[in-house]
């Protein structure tokens, strides 16, 4: 069982920057996907960013490319998600995930099914 904790949310303007913690305890993220969803006001949870696999390339939405850097410590065990340019499009709860599932080929990784174990997730307002 993993336990995930978000934090770094919070109120920023836009052109602000923030940076979001993911820390899991109970066991090591493993092998499997790690990846940050969000979910605004009325719309469904989408894809921001993820490792595929444990040791696999980061991807990134494209509402998000160029402006979001997903990082991991593994000897915290902690996955971090640096937002720079933020824009009032990016308001949404955020959230940490990680999956049992590696994903070393195809786009399964965006879909927040594939995904095993979640955190509370962590509010990002931008204000305009």
Known sequence: QVALTESGGGLVEVGGSLILSC?????TFGGG???W???APGK?????????????PAAY????SGR??????????????QMNS??????AVYYCA???????????YVRDLAYDYWGQGTQVTVSS
Request: net charge neutral; charged share 25%.
């Open 23 to 27: 820390a899991a305890s109970g066991r």
């Open 33 to 35: 996907a790690t990846a």
């Open 37 to 39: 969803f969000r979910q």
């Open 44 to 56: 469904s949870r989408e894809f921001v960013a993820g490792f595929t696999w444990s040791g696999g």
């Open 61 to 64: 939405a494209e509402s998000v």
């Open 68 to 81: 979001c850097t997903i990082s991991r410590d593994n000897a915290k065990n902690t996955v971090y998600l």
């Open 86 to 91: 933020l824009k009032p499009e990016d308001t």
């Open 98 to 108: 990680v999956s049992k599932s590696a994903f070393y080929v195809g786009d399964e």
